[in-house]
T-cell receptor, first 117, second 111 residues
Framework: GAVVSQHPSRVICKSGTSVKIECRSL??????MFWYRQFPKQSLMLMAT?????????EQGVEKDKFLINHASLTLSTLTVTSAHPEDSSFYIC?????????????FGDGTRLSIL | KQEVTQIPAALSVPEGENLVLNCSFT??????LQWFRQDPGKGLTSLLL?????REQTSGRLNASLDKSSGRSTLYIAASQPGDSATYLC??????????FGDGTTLTVKP
């Protein structure tokens, strides 16, 4: 079945560091990928929609200069948390949907737990 | 703006029981409704997807229903097992492809 690989699974770093998270669709093409953030015991909140070959679409309240998204190919999207601070500590999850298959489920990565000291 | 509510927030049942998880949403203009499972510290696993024109979907011991007019969906789990213990999330997809998630129901099935 369709697999989405997210890397790294866990990051612990000092305040001020920039962190890049990769989301890859391993056996299908994904024109669109989604990035979510999940705080403890809360649900997923959509941060942005990543579109291959064009700029990402950010949800209200999400700083685009803080969370840089690049979707350079049909199988890879990256999220870079720039100059991370402790309040950026969270669980980040990506998802991808097969190109042209709206009525099929999204496939999620296993998430990245980011801890900023 | 779509709002998704899941009740109860937590549920504990003995092994073998049948159970129902509830999801309600405020805007009936939906594209798909999905039920996911999330294990602690993990990503999401899609369980069932119901298209807007459908009323239910079944997979093994799971059955999900959709009633758009009342803004409700249920996930029925038959003959629960300890391995079913997880958080179950309901998500509504709109026509633009965005998903709105509920806060989830954390299920514990005791052996």
């Amino acid at each position: 079945g369709a697999v989405v690989s997210q890397h790294p699974s866990r990051v612990i770093c000092k305040s001020g560091t920039s962190v890049k998270i990769e989301c890859r669709s391993l056996d299908f093409q994904a024109t669109t990928m989604f990035w979510y953030r999940q705080f403890p015991k809360q649900s997923l909140m959509l941060m942005a929609t990543s579109n291959e070959g064009s700029k990402a679409t950010y949800e209200q309240g999400v700083e685009k200069d803080k969370f840089l998204i690049n979707h350079a190919s049909l199988t890879l999207s990256t999220l870079t948390v720039t100059s991370a601070h402790p309040e950026d500590s969270s669980f980040y999850i990506c998802s991808a949907q097969r190109t042209g298959r709206r009525n099929q489920p999204q496939h999620f990565g296993d998430g990245t737990r980011l801890s900023i000291l | 703006k779509q709002e998704v509510t899941q009740i109860p927030a937590a549920l504990s049942v003995p092994e073998g029981e049948n159970l129902v998880l509830n999801c309600s949403f405020t805007d009936s203009a939906i594209y798909n409704l999905q039920w996911f499972r999330q294990d602690p510290g993990k990503g999401l696993t899609s369980l069932l997807l119901i298209q807007s024109s459908q009323r239910e979907q079944t997979s093994g011991r799971l059955n999900a229903s959709l009633d758009k007019s009342s803004g409700r969906s249920t996930l029925y789990i038959a003959a629960s097992q300890p391995g079913d213990s997880a958080t179950y999330l309901c998500a509504i997809d709109d026509n633009a492809g965005k998903s709105t998630f509920g806060d989830g129901t954390t299920l514990t099935v005791k052996p």
